[in-house]
């Protein structure tokens, strides 16, 4: 059973910063494209970044270009989300999700899916 479980939320100030975790479980984790995403209140959910199976690929939504850092440890099974310079707007819950890395668009085609952790950004 595929398992994938966020940490790391909680509530900043603007221009503050975060670290998300993403512990992935039953799965053969380098096999697997990681994704983040999120999702604020009345809003679609929406990509933020991804990395691929290895890390030699890293894809991130234009928003957070420049703010936010992939990255993934393939001993610890785990995916990393360091965010930077966090605005209000920003305030939503995140997920992370995963699926077998065909070198394809890494915005979409997710399989598998977390719970969330909240993010929440304080003006």
């Known amino acids: 059973q595929v398992q994938l479980v966020e940490s790391g939320g909680g509530l900043v100030q603007a221009g503050g910063s975060l670290r998300l975790s993403c512990a992935a479980s039953g799965l053969t984790f380098s096999n697997y494209a990681i994704g983040w995403f999120r999702q604020a209140p009345g809003k679609e959910r929406e990509f933020v970044a991804a990395?691929?199976?290895?890390?030699?690929?890293?894809s991130y939504a234009d928003s957070v270009k420049g703010r936010f850092t992939i990255s993934r440890d393939n001993v610890k099974n785990t995916v990393y989300l360091q965010m930077n310079a966090l605005k209000p707007e920003e305030t939503a819950v995140y997920y992370c999700a995963a699926k077998v890395d065909l070198n394809r668009n890494y915005a979409w085609g997710y399989d598998y899916w977390g719970q969330g952790t909240q993010v929440t950004v304080s003006s």
């Open positions: 990395v691929s199976w290895s890390g030699g690929i890293r």
